[in-house]
């Protein structure tokens, strides 16, 4: 079962997947390994991490398409060389079109940092702070055509401290996507027949 990531940025979500199959052995448990790495940003740090790692990258520049669509038909190209069980948005900063969405129903999954349904969109923790929320965190969910609103598969939650900026509260957050998200993952393959 090929697992292909999508990042756009600094890849923790991602190395924390490929480090919980490399160190569980999910192609021993599963049958399953992380093919390769797609970022849409050229300079994405996260590229250098999933080649240390022994993972193939590709880079597709969403700024030389003309169209969403156009971007999204070579990306589903550059996927499917792989013919994935699951693709993994990882930190993936793009909106992806309906017919992308479609093309992949049932094997799309994301996570979010905010207790999805509250907060999609862009700077979830500043919110929860704005809000007064007492508690923050993240949602591994799948993607469908509604952006951040699809079934969701798991959640963990952080406390919301008196003195929190965004960037305290972003890194509590992200320490608990790194638990979740490999978790989710590895959820999401058990099931699988
Ligand atoms: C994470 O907080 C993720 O939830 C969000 O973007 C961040 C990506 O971080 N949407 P990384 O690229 O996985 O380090």
């Not at 999910?26 to 970022?39: K, L």
């Not at 862009?122 to 702070?129: E, K």
């Amino acid at each position: 079962k090929n697992i292909v990531i999508l990042i756009s940025g600094s890849g923790s979500n991602m190395a924390a997947i490929v480090q919980a199959a490399q160190q569980q052995d999910w192609h021993q448990a599963f049958g399953a390994s992380i093919s390769a790495v797609i970022s849409n940003r050229p300079g994405a740090a996260g590229l250098e991490v999933a080649q240390s790692l022994g993972v193939a990258t590709q880079v597709l520049d969403h700024r030389v398409f003309e169209t969403r669509v156009a971007f999204d038909a070579a990306l589903m190209q550059g996927i499917d060389r792989y013919q994935p069980a699951l693709v993994v948005l990882a930190g993936f900063m793009r909106i992806l079109t309906p017919g992308f969405v479609s093309h992949y129903a049932g094997r799309l999954i994301n996570i979010h940092p905010s207790l999805l349904p509250a907060f999609t969109g862009l700077n979830t923790h500043q919110r929860a702070i704005d809000a007064g929320c007492a508690e923050a965190g993240c949602t591994v969910h799948q993607v469908t055509a509604e952006l951040d609103h699809g079934p969701i598969l798991a959640q963990a939650a952080v406390p919301v401290l008196p003195d929190d900026t965004a960037d305290t509260l972003a890194a509590r957050v992200l320490a608990q996507e790194h638990r979740l998200y490999p978790q989710a993952v590895r959820g999401w393959l058990q099931d699988q027949p």
